[in-house]
């Protein structure tokens, strides 16, 4: 498994992970597989969806009006970011990608994006290569 960090500057934000990820695949020299990008983290997610930025606002936008923040959580009697790990639970931290031929094979506009719901932080993304014969055509 190969660990990145990656860095948040604010609160909420959405950071596309695409290298970075490939970057690690590509390290791992396998030829057909499938790779596992997992966040270490409770209030960050990972899916696969298009960084066209009106997009991006439009998922931030989206998340907020499900879990709003000025309820009460019973979490935020302790840290005050129930909403990022509820929004977390939503999204999930982890998605799985086809490796073909040494790479991941994403859609024409997918990208791999790391969702920070309660930052600024440091965060760690493990991405795991399993190798594996895939049929493709």
């Given at each position: 498994?190969?660990?990145?960090?990656?860095s948040?500057?604010?609160?909420?934000?959405?950071?596309?992970?695409?290298?970075?990820?490939?970057?690690?695949?590509?390290?791992?020299?396998?030829?057909?597989?499938?790779?596992?990008?997992?966040?270490f983290?409770?209030?960050?997610?990972?899916?696969?969806?298009?960084?066209?930025?009106?997009?991006?606002?439009?998922?931030?936008?989206?998340?907020?009006?499900?879990?709003?923040?000025?309820?009460?959580?019973?979490?935020?009697?302790?840290?005050?970011?129930?909403?990022?790990?509820?929004?977390?639970?939503?999204?999930?931290?982890?998605?799985?990608?086809?490796?073909?031929?040494?790479?991941?094979?994403?859609?024409?506009?997918?990208?791999?994006?790391?969702?920070?719901?309660?930052?600024?932080?440091?965060?760690?993304?493990?991405?795991?290569?399993?190798?594996?014969?895939?049929?493709?055509?």
């Amino acid at each position: 498994m190969e660990v990145v960090s990656i860095s948040t500057s604010r609160k909420e934000e959405i950071v596309d992970i695409t290298s970075e990820v490939r970057n690690a695949v590509r390290g791992f020299g396998i030829g057909d597989g499938i790779a596992l990008v997992f966040s270490f983290h409770t209030t960050t997610a990972i899916v696969i969806n298009e960084a066209e930025p009106r997009l991006l606002s439009d998922i931030d936008e989206f998340l907020k009006y499900v879990v709003p923040e000025n309820r009460r959580y019973r979490h935020d009697e302790i840290d005050n970011n129930a909403s990022a790990h509820l929004r977390a639970t939503l999204l999930g931290n982890s998605v799985t990608i086809p490796i073909v031929n040494g790479d991941v094979k994403l859609g024409t506009w997918q990208r791999i994006l790391l969702i920070e719901l309660d930052g600024p932080r440091n965060r760690r993304i493990g991405i795991q290569a399993v190798p594996g014969k895939i049929h493709h055509k």
